[in-house]
């Protein structure tokens, strides 16, 4: 099942919606996790085991925002996604930050509404917070600055006691806010969709370490403040 865009009426496409599961069964083509799953050797699926959860999520998006052409074209990144899957804040951080970040980047203010605009910069400075993670947060007031926003937080700190803040962010918090950043990023890049969606999942993938990354971590895979507006070329403060 999928991300889709729908209005009050039920009605597709509606700039103001949020988001339902659509079957993947309604689908005209298979979908990309689910040539994943078939590669990876489980049961035909679009929520295959062996990938990251958020990263799974972002694909989805993509694949569904894609046009025909688009979806042929993101087959070949189908092996990229097998050994992802794995635990831990940074990754699902990492993957709203940068999704985000391209989103708010790209999306002029026909294309974005100002709840969108507010949940996805809540969500970005909530990611960047759990990446530069101990560290004092401010409260300035600019939109970069790494802090827990919205319900998170509520959320987190009390999850957090109990040991399920992060399978809940990884889960269901990070997949919606990155789901909803490639909604806006495929409204704001019309002419050239494909080829957008494509280079974000791109960048999606190279961001996310495989299990073996995982087991033997870089010393430099954290960092105190990253600066997501590298990780994308198009993306520019705004």
């Known amino acids: 099942m999928s991300r889709a865009e ?11 919606a949020r ?24 049961p035909w699926t679009d929520h295959p085991t062996c990938v990251h959860p958020t990263l799974g999520a972002i694909a ?21 996604f097998i050994g992802t899957a794995h635990t831990g804040l940074e990754t699902p951080a990492r993957l709203v930050a940068l999704c985000a970040s391209t989103a708010l980047a790209g999306a002029e203010p026909a294309n974005i509404t100002t709840d969108e605009r507010g949940r996805l910069i809540a969500a970005r400075r909530t990611a960047l917070h759990l990446l530069a993670e101990g560290e004092p947060a401010g409260d300035s007031g ?10 998170a937080r509520w959320w987190f700190p009390v999850l957090r006691r109990v040991a399920l803040a992060e399978p809940f962010y990884r889960t269901f918090v990070a997949t919606e806010q990155a789901a909803e ?12 969709r494909d080829i957008r969606l494509r280079q974000l999942l791109r960048q999606c993938i190279a961001a996310t370490p495989t299990n073996r990354d995982v087991l033997t971590p870089h010393p430099d895979v954290r960092t105190p403040h ?10 520019r403060a705004r």
């Open 226 to 235: 990253p600066d997501v507006r590298t990780l994308h070329p198009d993306v």
């Open 60 to 80: 989805r998006a993509v694949h569904d925002y894609s046009s025909a052409t688009g979806r042929v074209a993101l087959r070949p990144l189908a092996p990229a």
């Open 181 to 192: 950043a490639v909604a806006v990023t495929a409204r704001a890049s019309a002419a050239d």
């Open 6 to 16: 729908v209005g009050a009426d039920g009605s597709p496409g509606n700039k103001k």
């Open 19 to 42: 988001y339902v599961e659509v079957r993947a069964a309604d689908r005209p083509e298979k979908c990309l996790l689910e040539i994943v799953s078939k590669l990876a050797g489980e």
């Open 142 to 151: 600019d939109d970069d600055e790494p802090r827990l926003c919205g319900a």
